[in-house]
């Protein structure tokens, strides 16, 4: 994997929103990628990273809601 930026444990990794973590896992809004889980804000966050984690991770992807 390349270099990833820094997602903190609560931050959806597509928008950058602070997330409930355990209302997201309640929604079935958590995936785990490399060992990690990450909770996204909602469905279409979580679908778009479940699609394409990378795009996400990079370090010069910048989150914007």
């Known amino acids: 994997m390349t270099d990833t930026r820094t997602i903190a444990a609560n931050e959806d990794p597509v928008c950058g929103m602070?997330?409930?973590?355990?209302?997201?896992?309640?929604?079935g809004q958590t995936l785990t990628h490399d060992g990690?889980?990450?909770?996204?804000?909602?469905?279409?966050?979580?679908?778009?990273?479940?699609d394409?984690?990378?795009?996400y991770l990079d370090r010069e992807y910048a989150p914007s809601m």
């Open 18 to 27: 602070e997330v409930d973590i355990d209302v997201a896992r309640n929604k």
């Open 36 to 50: 990690r889980e990450y909770a996204s804000c909602g469905k279409g966050c979580m679908l778009d990273f479940r």
């Open 52 to 55: 394409d984690p990378e795009q």
